[in-house]
């Protein structure tokens, strides 16, 4: 296996992580609606864009009065993308729904070839950065294991008390009946996983 070099001009790892921060810019909104075509003129603004990507350098070959002006995606902006090597921003298509735009952030090192680095998404005017898979799996692993430790809680409670189902004693609640009030004791809360 061959180790990946990244073109030249594109850091690797040090991408910085924004993944707590949304961003929106009212103004533009109350004049623009988002389309395909112009939600890289949005993007650009927020923290998660790099001006040093090859959206840029497109934009400049195309529009050299352009500067600082919109930056669109057409399947010229697209073709002339995909013969440079880098780093650069794809918009994917919208769903059905029309206040949703996934932007693709990554490295291009041949016509047929791109590496996705980051993915961000435009959600009603709102620009997200989605987490990494990791991240996902380590919170729902946090919560499995809060979850597991609240059951054995009140596993060690219910053994303990000395009268179970409200009467009796410690010698005379079973197994079961531990069992049996634990999962009662459950259904009346709410388990948010």
């Known amino acids: 296996m061959t180790e990946r070099v990244a073109p030249p001009g594109v ?12 961003w929106s810019d009212p103004l533009w909104l109350a004049y623009n609606q988002i389309t395909r075509e ?6 650009c603004r927020s923290p998660f ?19 600082g002006g919109n930056l669109s995606f057409t399947p010229r902006e697209e073709r002339l993308l995909r013969g440079m090597q880098g780093l650069e921003f794809v918009p994917e298509r919208p769903s059905n729904d ?27 005017g709102s620009i997200y950065e989605t987490p990494c898979f990791a991240t ?15 059951s054995l809680t009140e596993l060690y409670d219910l053994e303990n008390s000395s009268t179970p189902f409200g009467g009796g004693s410690k010698e005379s609640a079973s197994g079961s009946d531990l069992t049996l009030r ?4 459950a259904q009346s809360r709410s388990w948010d996983l």
């Open 136 to 150: 996902v799996m380590l919170v729902r692993l946090l919560q499995s294991t809060n979850f597991l430790l609240s």
């Open 38 to 43: 112009n939600v890289l003129s949005y993007f």
């Open 49 to 67: 864009y790099d001006s040093s990507c090859n959206n840029e350098l497109v934009r400049m070959q195309l529009d050299p009065q352009n500067q």
């Open 11 to 22: 850091s690797g790892p040090q991408i910085e992580k924004l993944s707590h921060v949304v």
């Open 182 to 185: 634990l999962l009662m004791r």
């Open 98 to 124: 029309s206040d949703l735009f996934i932007i693709r952030r990554q490295v291009r090192y041949s016509p047929e070839e791109a590496h996705v680095t980051n993915v961000y998404y435009v959600l009603h």
